[in-house]
């Protein structure tokens, strides 16, 4: 079972660009929900908690869509330091990631 | 403050040996989760602790997989006999209650 399904990417962006990441859930009890940031060889980190109103920090912008089990990620302004993989996450206790979503930002 | 700590940092090992890795949580975390990733299969959670107790080891692959947490400051994972099939890299991550989800640097594992 994949509880939570992100498309893999890469997307392919020139600095500047505005992209979006979708991720999809299965889990309908599923509570919360984050995007995390992997870059290469390191460990996950936080980038932000995702909220039914929506919420914004800077470029990005983090939405739900409880009644289509969706989340989505929307990148601004995209800088070369935003490449990196994209983790969607959702939470029932445990936390399921999706396997990522690849953004490659170009100059 | 210190993060998350995993050790060994790499383990490269031969096929039919037994594989500890060990964590140690954030001070005062109540949560510790265990995953594994590769680039096929992506980040899979293979088992969390609440108050050092298993509340989900279905991620767990099968019976060479094994978990323990003693005390709220320690957990090991272990593989016995390893197979080339568990190379990847192991993350051990904690929280408290519903916060933030820090993960520590990994244990890169290669089977051969």
């Known amino acids: 079972r994949k509880e939570v399904e992100q498309d893999p990417g890469p997307f392919n962006v020139p600095e500047g660009a505005t992209v979006a990441f979708n991720c999809t859930y299965s889990?309908?009890?599923?509570?919360?929900f984050f995007w995390y940031r992997q870059d290469c060889r390191k460990e996950p980190k936080l980038l932000m908690s995702?909220?039914?109103s929506g919420n914004e920090d800077g470029r990005f912008t983090a939405q739900l869509n409880r009644a289509s089990q969706y989340i989505s990620l929307l990148i601004r302004d995209s800088k070369l330091s935003d490449s990196a993989t994209y983790l969607c996450?959702?939470?029932?206790?445990?936390?399921?990631f999706g396997k990522g979503t690849k953004l490659s930002v170009k100059p | 403050d210190a993060g998350v700590i995993q050790s060994p940092r790499h383990e490269v090992t031969e096929m039919g040996q037994e594989v500890t890795l060990r964590c140690k949580p954030i001070s005062g975390h109540n949560s510790l989760f265990w995953y594994r990733q590769t680039m096929m299969r992506g980040l899979e959670l293979l088992i969390y602790f609440n108050n050092n107790v298993p509340i989900d080891d279905s991620g767990m692959p099968e019976d060479r997989f094994s978990a323990k947490m003693p005390n709220a400051s320690f957990s090991t994972l272990k593989i016995q006999p390893s197979e080339p099939r568990d190379s990847a890299v192991y993350f051990c991550a904690s929280r408290i209650y519903t916060g933030e989800l820090f993960f520590g640097e990994g244990s890169r594992l290669t089977v051969l």
């Open positions: 996450v959702g939470s029932q206790g445990n936390l399921i």
């Open positions: 889990n309908s009890a599923s509570q919360s």
């Open positions: 995702v909220y039914s």
